[in-house]
């Protein structure tokens, strides 16, 4: 999937993306930074403008 437009996405069905692949291929978050080449803080700015922050214990992004 190309997720070069990841800003221009909306945050809902991104979020849905992030966290498939956080469960299924990446570790954490910075894999997954790296993976997609994300920038963290636009990335973590669009979900966080939909209520939802990245939880490290449970390596996805949950809602506030």
């Known amino acids: ?3 070069s437009a990841y800003l221009r996405m909306d945050a ?3 979020l849905g993306i992030v966290n ?3 469960r299924l291929e990446c570790g954490n978050l910075d894999e997954l930074l790296a993976l997609f080449n994300f920038e963290r803080e ?3 700015s ?7 922050h990245y939880d490290p214990v ?4 949950r809602a506030t």
């Open 1 to 3: 999937m190309d997720l």
């Open 12 to 14: 809902n069905i991104l």
């Open 20 to 22: 498939e692949k956080l």
């Open 42 to 44: 636009q990335l973590v």
């Open 46 to 52: 669009k979900l966080d403008a939909i209520g939802y």
């Open 58 to 61: 449970c390596n996805q992004f």
